[in-house]
């Protein structure tokens, strides 16, 4: 059963109990991420994340791993543009210390300078790594192909002259206007009790900054092009189109249409590029969306050789699918998707995972037959009208160690 309490700062609080489990997912969801930046700081939210380890709450980095991994747990974070999250895995007994130690990790950082210098050194190699992995790094250009110098087409790492510029007071100023209790949500899901976490997350989240965040600046999709050098054999492909935001009416449409394309061993992409033809060794599509705005795109990684032959059959492949998508691929991908659903939440993880979500998206628990419901009712027609509106829009494309061609 899923349950959610609001507390009078406006944090929610929810759980899901799962009979005949002994350990518990517990995760701090915050609605703010890179897009929320200012450019000259691009960065900040990730380097927050980083730094909040370095010791909070009377603790030590040292002591702060130390206390989860002698209960068993796992204690870890991660940053992307529209959100961050502070989760831990423990066995039941320890949900008092994973709260605990979440609500010190985003409230009481130390903040050392010397831990500032030494954590921007480590997100520069991180960058740096980054850089040094195509299939990796084409993603940031391919963001910024589509939505140019817009917050949203900024990449979560920054770069080295913003990363350099922020300082201790950005991170205490991060920290105070970004952790507000009306934009964080605090999940639990396993063996554990509703009222039990409620109290938990009234005793440490009580100073939490009241009300929510202004929403942030809204995404328009620019479409260009990004080309990048490579003297590897492979050449990388990625091309976006703009997409329906997260709530838009034909949102699983699209994705059911993106399913077609290249949305598993079965789809047109992988059937028809790297079985039939062998021309790439990865090809698929996705639809990433936001609250405001979506990126349909397809990633294709081969060889130099024939990255010429590869592009041109993705472009066959997509000039067909919404004219020729059948009722036979949308029962397929319609019966991805529910498994795909089905079996993420049947884990402690998933579940927290979903109710963060649900509560980001609606504002409320939304059971998850309620989501099949809405699978079940989209159509072939609907499908193929969303594919068509995709394509017909705008395109970004982002290469590396690919040939110039001029784009569609």
Known sequence: MMQLTTLPSGLRVATRFMPGLETAAVGLYADTGSR??????????????????????GRSAREISEAIEDVGGDLNASTDRDGTNFTASVLAEHVPLAVELIADLIQRPHFVPADLEREKDVVLQELGEARDTPNDIIFDDLWSAAFGDQPLGRPVLGDETSIEAITLEDLHAWRRCQYRAGSLYLVAAGKVAHDDFVALAAQHFGDLPVGALADPEPARFTGGARVGRSKAEQAHLALAWPAPAQLAPDYFAARFFSDIVGGGMSSRLFQQVREERGLAYSVYSQVHPYSDAGLFYIYAATARRESASAAQLIEDVLAAAADTATPRELERVRTQARAGLLMSVESPWGQAHYLARQLSLFGRLVEPAEVIAELNAVTLDEVRAAGAAMLAGLRARATIGFPAVRAA
């Not at 929320?36 to 709450?57: Q, S, T």
Request: charged share 20%.
């Open 36 to 57: 929320h930046e200012p450019a000259r700081l691009n960065g900040l939210a990730h380097l927050f994340e980083h730094m909040v380890f370095k010791g909070a709450g």
